[in-house]
């Protein structure tokens, strides 16, 4: 069965960078090709937000506040997703979430916890 598999959040320094992975294990190819990639977050009292989208074109969207600074992309080989953070800020700090979308089915990360902090 298909499994997600975040990694790659911690503690990081305002400036610092940090980059998140997302495995898709046990996910065939010709599904992971068609799914939509978005990476969530949500920071304490607030709503969860979508900080980054890969659409199956590989067009990409990104919220304002982080555009320039995050990128997201895939490999299709490792069936994994990644989200570049450059230039953090203490504002960054949330718990990110990845997520696949295919056709009706969506396939969540556990979150992972990203602290930009001095």
């Known amino acids: 069965q298909v499994h997600l598999v975040e990694s790659g959040g911690g503690l990081v320094q305002p400036g610092g960078s940090l980059r998140l992975s997302c495995k898709a294990s046990?996910?065939?190819?010709?599904?992971?090709?068609?799914?939509?990639m978005d990476w969530y977050r949500q920071a304490p009292g607030r709503q969860r937000e979508l900080v980054a989208r890969?659409?199956?074109?590989?067009?990409?969207n990104y919220l304002d506040s982080v555009k320039g600074r995050f990128t997201i992309s895939k490999e299709n080989t490792r069936r994994t997703m990644y989200l570049q953070m450059n230039s953090l800020e203490p504002e960054d700090t949330a718990v990110y979430f990845c997520?696949?979308?295919?056709?009706?089915?969506?396939?969540w990360g556990q979150g992972l916890q990203v602290t930009v902090s001095s």
């Open positions: 046990g996910m065939i190819l010709s599904v992971f090709t068609g799914s939509t």
């Open positions: 997520k696949y979308g295919y056709g009706s089915r969506e396939y």
């Open positions: 890969l659409a199956t074109d590989r067009s990409t």
